[in-house]
């Protein structure tokens, strides 16, 4: 099992400590040293007033903050939890994991969903309801500028001919993509433009806030896995090649009074079982100190057991 943190910036207001390069660093060093894999960003760029009040967070640019989290570690993966793909033209979004790859040594790796803010969509100048079909047309530009010279791509949404964009990925043949999303619709973009899948934990309310499907068990996670395994064989890939992301339901969140070690591992065993090969885990947002706090005691309590 892997495991990976999200830089806690989970409220607005956010804690001002978290807001610096001395913060940044110090969380990426820290989760490195304590043995997590991965370390990533939000992606909102245009958040509504109205969603921050409801509970939303602020958030730092992600491929920037994971840049300079690269030049503070050395084997840490950065991995964006997640990039909203419909936001930006896909074109930009490979010229910006190419470089963060390259510059970082190959440890990027692409995780993306379509989204599901509306204003936000409407501040960015995208179409909400196009979404889903520009979502698949990036992916695929994504996947062919990366890997082709003199790429060549006509769709609803982007036409280009003959495109050459140096330099490539370190990564070969290209930075691995995680698809996001609890949908069937998640899972058949896996099959077919991905190398790993990361549901997310959701109940009823949730789910339909996101404008996903319900994860609120094992049994649906499972489910979910099933139904992806049947894609890939069908698709003719290896299921056993393909990384899965997911939360714990056991044993609390590290920094929390009520956080236990063994009842996560235990956690731990059931979803290895399933197939999931990399955990979510969430960090306290109240302080750096805090964060820091919580990330030497998970490493302590769980990831060296």
């Known amino acids: ?42 992606d909102h760029p245009a958040p509504s007033q109205r969603w921050l009040d409801a509970g939303g967070h602020d958030a730092l640019d992600p491929f920037v903050a994971m840049a300079f989290a690269a030049a503070h570690t050395t084997t840490l993966r950065l991995v964006p939890n997640i990039v909203v793909l419909p936001y930006r033209n896909p074109f930009v979004v490979a010229k ?10 190959g440890r990027f790796t692409l995780a993306v969903g379509v989204g599901y803010l509306k204003r936000e969509f409407a501040a960015l100048g995208v179409s909400y309801d196009e979404r889903a079909a520009l979502f698949d047309e990036a992916l695929e530009v994504i996947r062919g500028i990366w890997t082709t010279d003199d790429y060549s791509f006509e769709g609803t949404n982007f ?23 609890n949908t069937s619709a998640a899972r058949a973009r896996v099959a077919k433009h991905g190398d790993g899948w990361c549901p997310f934990a959701a109940p009823a309310g ?27 064989s069908a698709a003719g890939r290896d299921p056993g090649g393909i990384d899965i992301v997911f939360n714990n339901f056991e044993g609390g969140n590290p920094g929390g009074d009520d956080f236990n070690a063994g009842a996560y591992l235990a956690g731990v065993d059931k979803l290895a079982a399933l197939g999931v090969t990399w ?8 302080s750096l100190a805090h964060a820091l706090e919580a990330i030497e005691k998970f490493g302590e309590t769980v990831i060296a057991a």
């Open 279 to 286: 955990l979510h885990v969430t960090l306290p947002g109240d």
């Open 1 to 42: 099992m892997r495991y990976s943190i999200t830089y806690p910036m989970h409220t607005h207001p956010y804690h001002p400590d978290l807001v610096s390069g001395s913060g940044v660093a110090a969380i990426a060093a820290a989760a490195e040293a304590a043995g997590f894999d991965g370390f990533g960003f939000t």
């Open 159 to 181: 036409s280009a001919r003959g495109i050459t964009a140096h330099p490539r990925p370190a990564a070969s043949p290209h930075p691995p993509i995680w698809i996001g999303g």
């Open 96 to 105: 910006s994991g190419a470089s963060l790859d390259l510059l970082s040594a």
């Open 206 to 232: 949730l789910a339909k806030t996101a404008g996903t499907a319900a994860m609120d068990s094992l049994d649906a996670l499972a489910a979910g896995i099933e139904d992806l395994r049947a894609r890939l």
